[in-house]
């Protein structure tokens, strides 16, 4: 939880949430969640992230409001490789609720709830360049540019540049942060 914000598992009830998601014409080249997604489309992402739990390949979160639990977007670790001590985040916030400082706040849970993850010590973010307000909840977490990785990954069918963020574990976190 951080400020309006908290971090739940998704359920049934963010099926709208994740439809309304998916008319971003971004948000489908960047995850699974398909363009314009039908009922059964916003089911089966739930389904796909529950398994990603399930299998250990990352932590899947509905971002909800502290007080009323409506849904408002997702955040998530993703791991690639877990014995690295890294992961990379992602987030999204649903366009009605864009603008309130949602995904800032949704990040920075998600990294608060990263540090108690056992022997991860680096949250990575990667952002196209021209998506400024990302770039902004970046910093606004607290997260730092590190760099541009050129035609890092290929997105929407073409590859792309991506500036790369990050987050280290504080030193007065416990945990096995590993070298």
């Known amino acids: ?26 948000v489908p080249t960047i995850g699974t969640l398909p363009s314009h997604a039908s009922r059964d489309d916003a089911l089966a992402y739930l389904q796909r992230q529950r398994q990603r739990l399930r299998t250990g390949a ?15 977007g997702t955040a998530g670790l993703n791991f690639t490789a877990p014995a690295s001590g890294r992961a990379s985040a992602g987030y999204s916030v649903a366009p009605r609720h864009r603008g ?3 995904a800032a706040q949704a990040l920075v849970a998600l990294t ?6 056992p022997g991860l010590a680096r ?9 400024v307000a990302s ?7 607290g997260y730092e540019r590190e760099g ?15 500036l790369l963020y990050a987050a280290i574990r504080p030193s007065n976190v416990s945990g096995n942060a590993g070298a």
Do not use: K
Not at 135 to 141: G, K, P, S, Y
């Open 112 to 117: 608060r709830f990263a540090w108690t993850v």
């Open 135 to 141: 770039v902004r909840t970046a910093e606004r977490a």
């Open 1 to 26: 939880m951080f400020g309006d914000v908290r971090l739940r598992m998704f359920d049934d009830r963010d099926v709208d949430m994740l439809r309304e998601l998916s008319t971003d014409p971004y």
């Open 123 to 131: 949250v990575e973010l990667y952002i196209e360049p021209w998506n």
């Open 58 to 72: 990352g932590y899947p979160f509905c971002v909800a409001d502290r007080v009323t639990d409506e849904a408002l």
């Open 100 to 102: 309130r400082g949602v």
């Open 148 to 162: 541009l990785l050129r035609s890092h990954q290929e997105i929407g069918g073409r590859r792309v540049d991506m």
